[in-house]
């Protein structure tokens, strides 16, 4: 038997609501995770063990680098250990019965964010195939379901052009896999759920990166990724000068300046107009579940920013903390005039991929989130030349792995 | 004292034979080389020592002298490592021990009485090169190969040219005695072994050259390596198979297939004449206007024709702008329809299509490295299948043009020299976070990334000697600063990497012809030897494909492993066999071109016309 919307507001208003969250030891997943407990929910993590650890011992490395205060809140907490893309999720039929009947709302951010055409199968089960694991178990007989809570991205608008509103559009053209299959994702949480009678919130955020005031981040993709690359570059070539006389660095045109800069000389190939929205995973946590808790019927949120940044403020950043010279970005023009050195094709590769991401003339509606965000004084932080900082220094810290699923 | 860790090395002897060569320029094992009998070389001495093991023989004479003449100069010790990782002169040293501990308690030496065969023997080859020492015989008693049962001979005999072996075999037949010939490593149906006498042709070392029939005369003994070695410093190649298998033998059983196979041809197109004994003790030409036809070829197969004591090869050209290039590929069929295309308009002299398996076990030094390579040519970069070809500068400009992305002789040695780094970095795997959806080795081979490559992975023999136990650190750094070392064209001409496929364990090799027009068919074939590796729970893989005639036919080989000391995994392989055997026996009825090992042998000198198209 479901329960009812007023069942469910004196759930959540006692905390007493019980959340199921898929990809609880990902970085949107265990972000979430924590900050319900702090609010004192009760959570189920449903999660698989690691290669050779069990899933409880996973989420508790996950808690210690959180730095629970006293642990508060931990008693709220139980691990399963399971199979999102296993029939009963991997559970025998007991414990299967036993989990279907515990919890009221379901957090779904089990996801495989790559972009590669090759891992499409990949992506199509976990995107999209996985989630009819769930509806089988938020449906099945003693469920108390009510809430399938989705996280997805605003980039399921595809190459949709122009504004993307805070609803389900029809578009058949995608960036790359991962935009398509969350798309289909998103389409069939709206349709098969709420068939069943399940309320479904679809939350689309754009790129999520570390903390804002601490930094932290337990991720080091999409923004991080080609500064780890340049600092890798820039340390191999300084050993070259300072230890092998740089004769490969003066062949790539790599020099060490009088203050100690490094020049790398490396064009990134811009296109007019584009930008990259950035939202740090605090103000993510806060919103979601801001929106979640006025939520009681199904809708679509987008958690963005309202100042996204240019590539060309990234650079000035990343020139400012790290003392290297020579990132620009350049016309394709300018390519076809001087061809690409080994640097250059290596970042314009990664542009390659990102490019959507970075590049983005996408416009995100986010009007409804913003409503609500607003009245509970809720706003993004400005990514600038500080919280760069703040977490590129925690990412070379932790030597941008994540530090408790290595 | 049997020391248990000797005796463990002892069996693993694969008998490649590559202790036989002088394949890394280290010098011949001293006393192998003025004994000639196998015996004397690391790789007899290793089953002289399993043979003390098990018990199978006693101290005699001659495994003093055996003994005796080891220097203890360690050359077996590197030549063997660089092959199978196996460190062989702790068997040498256990061997010199038991024997000077058996000595110095005064035991018995067991001297073994001539009889009279042996006493004709030895009129005819001199007293040294026949035998009936049981130390001696037992090396050439088994070999590794899973259908071959341990045989015990009664006499060796060392022959040096044809009139000999005439005698042999004459005696042979005179007291109803069996004879073999024995090659220089393993075969693959274990066909060298003899109840009676087994003749080791390995003084027969003539080599020579007669450049205006650009032909070179081998002698019965003479392995490929050698050969090959002696025609390159002429300015000339012969089309030759690894480098320890002796050429006569090689080609009495299955003829040369070789991946310069797709220029130089098969079977008969390599020889120019060869001289034999019949088994009646007859002599006789390949050229005889009247005598046993081996032109010919009979699909039910065919006895062996007696014993080849003699061969002219014909002699191929090598011009100076030789190159080697590697053109990497995620599919089989991209990479099989490139080989064919590559032959059909005749660009290349060499061309085999090889797996990721092979290559990252060729290139590696040591197994733990080539697992490493393994995962990085095939997940990381997405290389699955590198076609290698040689050709003149030419054909490298061309398939340059062809083709988006190469390994050319300069990557191909930048990454010979940065394996370690290459594996170990966590640039590779920074390269690999890049997820693009074309294969990361498009990003990676491109000739513009080589100074970063070099920049990153800072490329050095020095890194090779790095990863090899201290001792033979040296060595390999040394080794690897010898430009062949590197050298695509070189290493395909001269296949000393090829035996390291046998390092994990003993190579049973299923080689044979498959059309080359039809790629469904040897896909069907490939994948038939898949599903009855799985079956039979033996390692197995594709091992290459090299386009013959202008790719209207192919060479392909695929691999069997099997560890030749456990009765289990043999019992496994034989049945394995038997069922791939009438596999392809099936499928040579429905389709033209198939050709399998088991019917080819013996026959390696007929017309590939002969065999190819009918
Ligand atoms: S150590 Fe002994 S067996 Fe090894 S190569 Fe030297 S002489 Fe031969």
Redesign the pocket.
């Known amino acids: 038997m479901k329960i009812s919307a007023q069942e469910l507001k004196r759930k959540r208003d006692n905390r007493e609501s019980v959340f199921l969250i898929t990809g609880g030891t990902g970085f949107i997943g265990s972000h979430t995770a924590v900050a319900l407990l702090e609010r004192g929910y009760r959570v189920i993590l449903l999660c698989r063990p690691g290669r050779k650890i069990s899933a409880r011992e996973r989420v508790d490395k996950l808690l210690d680098w959180f730095q629970i205060k006293g642990r508060k809140g931990l008693s709220r907490l139980e691990v399963v250990e399971g199979f999102i893309d296993k029939p009963n999720l991997g559970l025998s039929d007991k414990s299967y019965e036993n989990l279907s009947g515990k919890f009221n709302e379901i957090i779904h951010c089990a996801a495989v964010t790559s972009f590669s055409e090759k891992k499409r199968e990949e992506l199509e089960t976990a995107n999209i195939r996985n989630l009819s694991n769930l509806l089988k178990l938020a449906d099945s007989k003693n469920s108390k379901c009510y809430y399938f809570h989705h996280i997805s991205t605003v980039y399921t608008a595809g190459k949709h052009t122009g504004t993307f509103e805070e609803t389900l559009i029809k578009t058949e053209n995608f960036n790359n896999v991962y935009e398509e299959t969350k798309y289909h994702g998103e389409h069939y949480v709206s349709e098969a759920f709420e068939k069943e009678g399940i309320m479904v919130n679809i939350y689309r955020s754009s790129i999520v990166y570390g903390n804002s005031e601490t930094g932290r981040s337990s991720r080091f993709n999409a923004l991080y990724y080609p500064v780890k690359m340049a600092l890798f570059l820039k340390d191999t070539y300084k050993n070259d000068i300072t230890r092998n006389g740089g004769r490969r660095a003066i062949q790539m045109g790599v020099r060490l300046e009088e203050d100690g800069t490094v020049f790398l000389p490396i064009r990134m190939e811009n296109k007019r107009g584009g930008s990259m929205n950035l939202i740090p995973i605090d103000y993510y946590t806060t919103a979601f579940i801001a929106l979640l808790e006025e939520s009681m019927e199904s809708s679509i949120f987008h958690i963005v920013s309202d100042s996204p940044k240019t590539l060309d403020d990234i650079i000035h950043y990343f020139r400012e903390l790290f003392r290297i010279r020579g990132f620009r970005t350049a016309s394709k023009e300018n390519f076809n005039e001087i061809p690409a050195n080994a640097l250059e094709i290596l970042f314009n590769k990664y542009l390659e991929t990102y490019g959507p991401y970075i590049r983005d003339t996408r416009q995100f509606d986010f009007r409804k989130a913003e409503k609500i965000l607003k009245e509970k004084n809720i706003k993004c932080p400005e990514f600038d030349q500080e919280v760069f900082s703040r977490c590129m220094n925690y990412a070379i810290s932790v030597n941008w792995k994540n530090p408790w699923d290595n | 004292m049997i020391s248990k860790e000797a005796a463990g090395i002892a069996a693993q002897c694969r008998h490649y034979a590559m ?1 036989k060569i002088d394949f890394l320029q280290t010098g ?5 080389e003025n004994n000639h009998y196998v015996s004397y ?2 790789q007899g ?1 290793m089953d002289l020592y399993d043979a003390l093991a098990k018990g199978l023989i006693p101290v005699t004479e001659r495994l003093v002298d055996i003994a005796d ?9 590197k ?1 063997c490592h660089f092959v199978t990782e196996l460190r ?2 702790k068997v ?1 040293r256990a061997l010199k021990e038991y024997v000077d501990s058996h000595l110095a308690e005064n035991k018995k030496v067991v001297k073994i009485e001539e009889d009279d065969i042996l006493r004709q023997f030895k009129k005819i080859v001199g007293e040294k090169n026949a035998t009936n020492d049981p130390a001696i015989l037992v090396t050439y008693s088994n070999d590794p190969a899973p259908m071959a049962k341990p045989q015990m001979p009664q006499y060796i005999v060392l022959p040096s040219n044809r009139d000999e072996v005439k005698d042999i075999v004459s005696i042979c037949n005179k007291f109803k005695i069996p004879f073999a010939v024995r090659g220089n490593g393993s075969s693959v149906f274990g066909i060298v072994m003899s109840e009676g006498v087994v003749l080791d042709m390995g003084r027969d070392k003539e080599i020579t050259i007669d450049r205006d029939n650009w032909k070179v005369n081998t002698g019965a003994g003479v392995s490929a390596f050698d050969l090959q070695q002696e025609a390159e410093k002429n300015g000339f190649r012969v089309n030759s198979a690894e480098p320890s298998a002796i050429v006569c033998s090689n080609i009495m059983c299955s003829g040369i297939l070789s991946t310069f196979s797709n220029t130089y041809g098969t079977g008969a197109d390599n020889y120019v004449d060869a001289e034999f004994v019949s088994n009646k003790g007859e002599a006789f030409d390949l050229n005889d206007k009247i005598g046993p036809n081996l032109f010919g070829f009979d699909k039910q197969g065919s006895p062996s024709p007696g014993i080849c004591t003699g061969a002219s090869i014909k002699l191929h050209k090598v011009t100076e702008d030789e190159e080697g290039i590697g053109i990497p590929f995620s599919s089989f069929d991209e990479a099989a329809i490139f080989c064919r295309d590559l032959s059909h308009r005749r660009i290349g002299i060499s061309i085999a299509m090889l797996g990721g398996e092979y290559i990252s076990t060729f290139i590696s030094p040591t197994s733990d490295l080539a697992e490493k390579v393994k995962t990085l040519f095939i997940e990381t970069l997405g290389i699955k299948f590198l076609v290698v070809v040689i050709g003149d500068k030419y054909a490298v400009e061309t398939i340059k043009k062809m083709t988006p992305v190469t390994i050319d002789d300069k990557l191909f040695r930048l990454m010979m020299l940065s394996l370690p780094q290459m594996v170990e970095g966590e640039w590779i795997e920074m390269l690999g976070d890049i997820e693009t959806d074309v294969n990361l080795f498009e990003l990676f081979c491109k000739e513009e990334m080589y100074p970063l490559l070099e920049t990153v992975l800072d490329p050095s023999p020095e890194s090779i000697g790095a990863i090899v136990p201290e001792d033979l650190r040296d060595f390999y750094t040394q080794l690897y600063s010898r430009p062949e070392m590197t050298n695509l064209a070189w290493l395909s001409t001269f296949r000393i990497l090829s035996s390291r496929m046998g390092r994990f364990k003993h190579v049973v090799a299923f080689i044979g012809y498959a059309p080359l027009d039809k790629l469904e068919v040897i896909k069907q074939m490939i994948g038939e030897f898949k599903r009855i590796g799985d079956k039979y729970e033996l390692k197995h893989d594709y091992g290459f494909i090299t386009p013959v005639d202008l790719g209207k036919r192919a060479i392909l080989e695929y691999d069997f492993y099997i560890d030749h000391t456990d009765p289990a995994e043999i019992q496994q392989m034989l049945r394995a066999m038997g069922e791939a055997g009438p596999m392809i026996g099936e499928l040579s009825q429905k389709h033209k071109g198939i050709q399998w090992i088991n019917t080819i042998l013996f026959q390696g000198f007929s017309r590939k016309e002969n065999f190819l198209y009918r």
């Open positions: 202790c011949l094992c001293p006393p192998g070389y690391p001495r003449t080891c220097t203890l100069c360690g050359i077996c010790d030549q062989p002169m040498m």
